[in-house]
């Protein structure tokens, strides 16, 4: 996924605006509206880096 956003890849946006059941989330949270919308990269690629963290094993470590 990190490839498709350092990517700037076309088909990750459509799914993030239009596709994805949780669209407007994520128009909300990863872009900027100044009458065009602006990907804030950092803030999700940070986002599904925390995401993998959370579903893997060290989750489960107390």
Do not use: W
Not at 2 to 29: A, C, G
Request: glycine fraction near 0%; aromatic fraction near 20%; charge should be neutral.
């Amino acid at each position: 996924m990190e490839n498709y956003v350092l990517d700037n890849d076309e088909r990750l946006f459509d799914f993030l605006l239009e596709k994805s059941q949780f669209k407007d989330k994520y128009k909300k949270e990863f872009f900027k509206n100044i009458n065009t919308f602006i990907f804030e990269k950092e803030k999700f690629l940070s986002f599904i880096a925390s995401k993998s963290l959370n579903e893997s094993y060290t989750s489960y470590i107390k």
